[in-house]
């Protein structure tokens, strides 16, 4: 890439096209590393593609219950090939990655058994779910599920002596991502073998799940490859390639998706049902999916560099190892953050002329801000900015469709935090 062409072309004030300059020469190492990776990744998804020998027939619709949909069947074997895994439930039903993580918890946990998550509080919307925060209808702790967390420490791991062999957990569940929490960094491959294999060690009994929102090819291989009995995830973020208008996935050991299966449609239907429309935009979707969470990645470490250089602190740094495609930014101010977003969504393709404002979501305790100018309503594998409102005030920046839009709105952002 013509660097200083772009960087010229971008009209950043000066001090700011040199930084930006020297952030691409500082990531440049990185993005040949993200190719590879993405070259890797592209690879097993194509043979996934062509191991169900994929037709034309295979987009059809199909309506009512959906029996004898194919084409399903033929999505959810390349779902498991691609995520390296035994098999696969990717359904539209299924409403966001919050919904996907309950119906796999609530397939797997029964009344007095103990779900142990080991790496630190889950993501805020998880919260509800767990009953962790006080009376939730329909809560995990309503149905008399037990639930303990063990704090982590900055690389996400527990302390190997926090596993405590007193508890028998039914389900450990682990969280790839480091979701809102700057505490800690997202687990690497490498990481979550290591924590996988603690956990097998000190609790042989029970199953391992990983909630892998924002991971899904980020590395060479999934939670799956490295030990995982059950990896789950939403489809408008990694693996849905910026085509997927919505769903989710479970992917992982037979049993475990029968179980998941169960509760999403019913005992006895499994997943021998469930209609799917517009199947097209999901094999696509998941065949660009590589190639998406490459753009991502590079804006990401690009961001880290340039907002680096720009004296912020910043989650991760440009040449630490990653396990998603999320970049924090530290900001100290709500009104840093707020021009940030409202930058980064005056540089989207939809609702540009829209300004983000704070305002309550379900499922999450602290007002939230969101650059979202997606095509697909709150798509964060399209480039997105959000952030809660609480200190440090830092944001948090994935996603990108194409990568000369994703650093544009990057150097977009960082202008606006200097006017
Ligand atoms: C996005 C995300 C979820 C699920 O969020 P939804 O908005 O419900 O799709 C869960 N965990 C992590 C780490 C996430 O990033």
Not at 303 to 327: C, H, M, N, S
Not at 385 to 403: I, K, M, N, S
């Amino acid at each position: 890439m013509g660097s200083e062409h772009w960087i010229k072309q971008s009209n950043l004030p000066p001090r700011l096209a040199a930084a930006a300059e020297e952030a691409l020469r500082l990531t440049a190492g990185r993005w040949e590393t993200i190719d590879q990776i993405a070259f890797a990744n592209q690879r097993r998804v194509l043979e996934s593609f062509q191991a169900v020998r994929l037709g034309e027939e295979d987009f059809q619709d199909s309506s009512g219950y959906g029996y004898h949909d194919r084409g399903r069947e033929k999505l959810e074997s390349v779902f498991a090939g691609a995520l390296q895994g035994e098999t696969a439930l990717v359904r539209p039903q299924i409403v966001s990655g919050t919904h996907a993580l309950t119906v796999a918890l609530f397939a797997l946990l029964r009344p007095g058994e103990l779900l142990l998550c080991l790496t630190g509080e889950p993501y805020d919307t998880l919260q509800s779910v767990i009953g962790s925060r006080g009376e939730e209808e329909g809560s995990l702790k309503e149905w008399g599920i037990g639930y303990r967390y063990l704090p982590c420490g900055p690389n996400g791991l527990p302390e190997p002596s926090a596993l405590d062999p007193g508890l028998e957990p039914r389900v450990v569940y682990i969280q790839r991502s480091a979701g809102y929490s700057l505490h800690r960094l997202s687990l690497t491959e490498a990481r979550l073998e290591e924590l996988i294999g603690q956990a097998r060690r000190v609790y042989p009994q029970a199953w391992v799940m990983v909630d892998n929102c924002y991971g899904e090819f980020v590395e060479y291989n999934e939670p799956t490859a490295v030990g995982a009995d059950l990896i789950v995830g939403s489809l408008i973020k990694n693996p849905g390639g910026g085509l997927a208008p919505g769903g989710g996935y479970a992917v992982g050991r037979e049993a475990m998706i029968h179980k998941v299966a169960a509760r999403l449609t019913a005992p006895g239907l499994y997943g021998n049902l469930g209609a799917v429309a517009g199947k097209r935009s999901l094999f696509q979707g998941l065949f660009m999916a590589p190639s998406l969470v490459s753009n991502a990645l590079k804006n990401a470490v690009f961001a880290a560099a340039l907002f680096e250089l720009l004296g912020y602190t910043v989650r991760p740094r440009y040449d630490a190892p990653r396990g998603d495609i999320v970049q924090a930014i530290i900001l100290k101010s709500p009104a840093q953050v707020t021009r940030f977003c409202r930058a980064v969504q005056a540089a989207s393709p939809v609702e540009a002329h829209v300004s983000p404002e704070p305002g309550s979501l379900p499922g999450y305790p602290d007002p939230v801000i969101m650059a979202a100018g997606t095509f697909f309503q709150g798509a964060s594998g399209e480039l997105s900015a959000d952030a809660p409102l609480r200190d440090p005030y830092a944001v948090f920046l994935q996603g990108g469709l194409t990568l000369p839009h994703a650093l544009w709105a990057t150097c977009r952002a960082a202008t606006a935090l200097f006017q």
